[in-house]
């Protein structure tokens, strides 16, 4: 009898398949995912942070170039343009396996169904927080020493600061709402992400949400350390030549403004005990800290 069965295990056909992880398996691997994360030791959780933060900058820097020069284009067209690109970022930290704070708010699942503890949760999203923070404002000082803004005649630059001056501009209000919507489809496209089982899927999984929060003028925080700095940057050590180019002086961009920055991310910290309130079911819908609107990568 067992060499029978042993027989005929051998000669059946091994079944491989590609089909998609249902939503039921999709809850399982979710928590899994987040108590995993939640048990990285603090040197690499900090670490991959900081990765995450700079893959995010990269996808910004992409979506600042497409986006220098393209008013010509119709609104609805050049949004999409700049979704695209932009959701470069968040693919590199998926594929890349950084830790990405906006991502990391999907752990709350592991958290409500008991797996994963308070103090786990909270020090994975300050850790994560502060990396990002980290990787974003330094890629935004190396890209200033490029001078990678004085291409396209200034018009590079003259992008990078209409955004960031358009995101320090934004009032609180519509700045929370935009985080949340964001956060909202950063979640949704992790969610998703655990229906796949190769990275081309994850990959044609991810672009649609992130594209359209981004397209939308939906508010990144992650993203925004990185748009605003290199908007203060450019303002403050940019050459006079620049400026000629541009037709603009620094003084045409009032609200770009260090303070404003700052006060932009603050509401994070005050977001956190609700974040950690959001029920299981919610799952997919947990929400990004606000930060400032602006004209690329999230907003017109």
Known sequence: MKKQAREDSVSSPQVVTFDAIMPAAMAVRAEASGVKRASTDPTTLLALSVLAGAFISFGAIFATTVSAGATELPYGIGRLLIGLVFSAGLIMFIIGGAELFTGNNIIVMAWASGKVTTRALMLNWVLSFAGNFVGAIVTSALMFYTTQYTFGAGSVGLAALSTASAKTSLAFIPALTLGIMCNALVCL???????????????????????????????????????IPMGLFIKAGAPDS????????AADFPELTWSNFFCGQSPSRDNWEYYRRIDYGCRGLLVCLPAEDGSIGLRG
């Open 189 to 227: 496209a992790v969610w998703m992400c655990f229906s796949a089982r190769t990275n081309i899927y994850r990959v044609v999984t991810a672009v649609p949400p992130i594209a359209a929060f981004a397209a939308a003028g939906f508010e990144h925080c992650i993203a925004n350390i990185y748009f």
């Open 242 to 249: 620049f400026w000629r180019a541009i037709g603009k002086t």
